[in-house]
């Protein structure tokens, strides 16, 4: 019914929307990053902490299906990446697990290590989640440090067939100034949401008007990160394959060129980065104007979205290897069987009715803005 | 290129069941609890009695603090695979992926969503919309637990795929295959025990109430519910355990061998009802008696094993030794079945070299060579028979003790049933009972961990098995970096079940609302 390239352009399409969601989401962290900034006293903390806690799950579990879904779709990037840029993604892993504990436990007694510590906890989430991740994805426009080769498999004494080119294993991504663009633009993002998300939920004079400032203060470094990574990247090198040999190859103005050649894409990340400016731009002009989450939130989802499909559309290298070209994974070479991605394109049909429920059950629960009263009358509040 | 570090085989195994183990600590009073309470919330919807819905509530907090730890124990599994046993991911992450794909896609957002309508939304929406999220909440926990299991299932009896030699990996080719009567098994044995696992729970923190003389009628309405699912469940497991021996019996013989310390298999084979394994044991092949005293029903192995009392159930040496008449039909010994390993991982080196070279012919035999010892595959990294063999002692206390403890809990819960129904009982004056219920909470945390042993430490040396060796699977990593990561996790989920534990005590402590002494 569906040809295998198509399969590995759909589900290449479903991480890109994944990604996508998962960096909307992270507004959950952002706003963990400002638990102690936006607020005066212990009462706003807590009206952030239990607007943030009623939704952090989701974070959570789209980045847990990312991963399970890159894995199902694109094994050899979840092995090769993985096995290999071990630190990077221990170092994400262990943000989120303090995450996971801080909501439900820190306003418990004896929690033994105190309310504080739990708020710590979600901050180190809210700054090193963001950035980190970013730092990650950026990777697939600037390249690591591997190589595979499938061969080895047949080495008893020396099996392994990716292997990492340096003892930092993913750390060293950190020493590329175009990562670090990316890593930052994700967390001010993620911060700017955040705001705009307290605008929208929070009905509380004092954290309205200073979310609204913060929207301000965020989204101009947002802006500033965000258009250098995308100027720059349009304008570098790109990991190009040559679709009748597949050998990967450098290309000048790649990226640029995938945009030019996919308008389809030109078009959505355009429409993307308007939503976003929107969002902001009514919250920050307009006093009276509190929708701007839904407007960025849909923004971010396709701008992020296109971004991706940048990196792996149009034979391009999604996850380039610098130190050997032809080890750089592509939607080709690195996905799994035509019966495999076939299963799983069946199963994906249930996801429309997955995000039904997600929007069903979201709305019944925040039919009205939150204040401190609804807090103190809910005796499960964090 | 490095030489691959045998220490680090060891230490990312160490790894991965600190992980899992902790994560296995919180998994089953969720899958247990879950149902519980949805069942306490379901008799209050029913008979609108508010008492009903204090219960609910004072498990449902306790649920919400173990939920998250499992949650964050959790998510390092979903990645682990591929941070520290990246081999792994490549070969069989074509069939193994997807049901990871599918748990996160289907379960997770499931739970994810109706959790927080369950936990937040008692004043939200109706209390048919609350009590059917409950529901929801413990159905996406149980299917994450359905997917994760198929996949583990398919890791102990791989079937449904075909090796590719051109991409050097299993390709999956039937998905309704790998959805197994031994994956179906080990779903419901597992889930069962996890039921076992929070009757336990239940009991136990109830049984503390009536000890204190507190909050009776709290503790005996829990008491009744939790008795009757506890019972419920301790026959499910018994009997789906039983479904659990007969499918390893079919497909993992040296695991079995293992559980029952067989050594030389017998027609007619007993079954070890307790027994001492003898420390003079010490190779596989010596002639001494593995045990140092037992108490077997006679026959009774081949009866459970093959459901056939005369059945030759082989022994460690005989699955090393070959030439045995099998129910699987592979008589072949480790040295012939090495050797043909051997032979496959020599081929697909010459197959990728005839390939490179553009020799299509040599490339077409060495292909045909291959396919036909691929079943041996995994042998051929293996150097000695005893590399087959998984610990004995550790697999053989863990499946008895855990047996043991199975007969146990049935019985526990049987006493308290009964004397929650019967009328001239006054629970609350049992101290006998109560003391024992309360104390036998832990033992159905250590019975859920022994089957984990026996599962995963009795397929040892496979992480496929059969297909693929621990040495062939992990990352290509120092074995610092596993050392520093694994002894990361141990401290922060031991600071972090510190704090459940306190958490825990200090809500039961508070006791459920609106309760009178």
Not at chain 1, 190 to 203: D, E, G, H, P, Q
Not at chain 2, 176 to 183: D, K, R, V
Not at chain 2, 454 to 470: H, K, S, Y
Request: some cysteine.
């Amino acid at each position: 019914m569906f040809t295998y390239s198509f399969l590995q352009h759909y589900w290449w399409f479903i991480i890109s929307l994944l990604g996508g969601i998962l960096t909307f989401l992270l507004f959950v962290q952002g706003g963990q990053s400002m638990l102690f900034s936006l607020t005066k006293n212990e009462d706003e903390r807590r009206i952030l902490i239990n607007v943030l806690g009623r939704k952090w799950e989701y974070t959570f579990t789209t980045l847990v299906t990312f991963g399970g879904a890159f894995f199902a779709s694109f094994p050899l990037f979840y092995s090769t990446s993985f096995g290999g840029a071990y630190w990077v993604w221990m170092a994400i892993l262990f943000c989120f697990i303090i995450q996971a504990v801080s909501y439900e436990f820190h306003s418990k007694p004896g929690n033994t290590y105190g309310k504080t510590t739990y708020q710590v906890f979600l901050f180190i989430n809210g700054l090193l989640g963001t950035i980190l991740i970013g730092a990650a994805v950026a990777t697939f426009f600037t390249g690591s440090d591997f190589i595979v080769n499938k061969g080895n498999l047949t080495n008893q004494l020396a099996p392994v067939i990716s292997q990492w080119g340096n003892e930092w294993h993913g750390l060293e991504a950190l020493l590329n100034v175009r990562n670090w663009l990316l890593g930052l633009a994700v967390f001010f993002l993620s911060r700017t949401s955040a705001a705009l998300y307290f605008v929208n939920r929070i009905s509380n004079e004092n954290l309205e008007k200073q979310s609204r400032k913060a929207v301000l203060v965020n989204a101009l470094p947002f802006l500033v990160f965000f258009l250098s990574f995308v100027i720059w990247t349009l304008l570098a090198e790109g990991f190009a394959i040559n679709p009748e040999t597949g050998v990967v190859f450098m290309e000048k103005y790649k990226y640029f060129f995938n945009l030019i050649e996919m308008p389809a894409v030109l078009v959505l990340f355009l429409l993307g980065v308007v939503a976003v400016l929107w969002g902001i731009g009514g919250t920050v002009f307009n006093k009276n104007f509190k929708k701007g989450i839904w407007f960025t939130g849909v923004g971010t989802i396709v701008t992020v979205c296109s971004l991706l499909l940048l990196a792996g559309y149009n034979n391009t290298s999604y996850y380039p290897a610098t130190p050997d070209l032809q080890s750089s994974l592509t939607i080709f070479n690195s996905s799994s069987s035509e019966f495999t991605l076939t299963a799983m394109t069946i199963v994906s049909v249930l996801i429309p009715f997955v995000l039904a429920y997600i929007f069903y059950a979201w709305r019944s629960m925040e039919k009205n803005r939150t204040d401190i009263a609804d807090i103190n009358s809910d005796d499960h509040a964090y | 290129m490095e030489l691959l570090d045998v220490s680090l085989v060891n230490w990312s195994r160490a790894q991965f069941t600190l992980t899992a183990m902790y994560h296995w600590i919180f998994v089953p009073l969720t899958l247990g609890l879950g149902i519980i309470q949805a069942i306490m919330e379901t008799i209050y919807y029913r008979t609108g009695d508010e008492k009903w819905k204090h219960v609910t509530k004072f498990w449902m907090t306790l649920f919400g603090v173990n939920f998250a730890i499992g949650v964050a124990t959790g998510i390092i599994l979903e990645f682990q695979f591929g941070t520290n046993w990246s081999n792994y991911s490549w070969f069989v992450g074509d069939i193994f992926g997807a049901p990871l794909a599918i748990e996160g896609i289907l379960a997770f957002f499931m739970e994810a969503t109706f959790i927080s309508i369950m936990f937040f939304g008692w004043n939200k929406v109706s209390k048919k919309f609350h009590l059917v999220s409950t529901w929801l909440t413990i159905l996406g926990a149980t299917l994450s637990a359905f997917w994760i299991l198929v996949a583990n299932a398919w890791m102990q009896h791989p079937v449904g795929m075909e090796f590719n030699p051109d991409t050097v990996r299993n390709e999956m080719v039937s998905f309704w295959e790998i959805l197994s009567p031994f994956a179906l098994n080990k779903f419901l044995h597992t889930v069962w025990s996890s039921w076992i696992v929070a009757s336990l729970f239940v009991l136990g923190v109830s049984a503390w109430f009536l000890i204190k003389k507190r909050d009776i009628d709290f503790a005996k309405k829990s008491i009744k519910v939790a008795a009757i699912f506890g019972l419920t469940a301790s026959i499910l497991t018994a009997l789906s355990g039983d479904g659990s021996a007969y499918n390893v019996a079919q497909h993992q013989p040296m695991k079995l061998a293992a559980m029952e310390g067989l050594y030389d298999g017998q027609n007619g084979a007993e079954l070890v009802a307790f027994g001492v394994l003898s420390s003079d044991k010490k190779a596989y092949n010596d002639s001494v008696d593995p045990f140092a005293f037992k108490i077997a029903f006679p026959k009774a192995l081949s009866l459970l094993a093959y459901r056939d009392i005369n059945a030759f159930v082989p022994g460690v040496n005989d699955i090393i030794k070959g030439g045995y008449e099998s129910k699987t039909g592979d008589k072949l010994s480790f040295t012939e079945k090495q050797a043909r390993g051997k032979v496959a991982l020599q081929a697909l080196n010459d197959y990728k070299k005839a390939l490179a070279e553009k020799d299509t012919v040599s490339a077409a035999s060495h292909k045909s060579t291959l396919m036909a010892n691929y079943n041996y595959f995994g042998y051929g990294y293996l150097e000695t028979p005893e590399e087959t063999i998984p610990n004995v002692p550790s697999i053989f206390y863990s499946f008895h003790l855990m047996v043991i403890l199975g007969m146990f809990f049935i019985a526990l819960f049987s006493v308290f049933t009964f004397m929650s129904f019967k009328k001239n009982i006054i629970l609350e004056k049992q101290n006998l009972f109560l003391w024992i219920a309360l104390l036998s909470i832990p033992l159905g945390y250590v019975a859920s961990q022994l089957g984990w042993i026996v599962a995963e430490l009795g397929r040892q040396p496979w992480t496929i098995q059969d297909v693929l060796p621990l040495k062939a699977s992990v990352s290509g990593l120092s074995v610092m970096s596993v050392k520093i990561t694994l002894f990361l996790f141990l401290t922060l989920f031991t600071a972090l079940l510190v704090a459940e534990v306190r958490i825990l005590v200090k809500q039961i402590g508070k006791g459920p609302h609106e309760e009178s002494k």
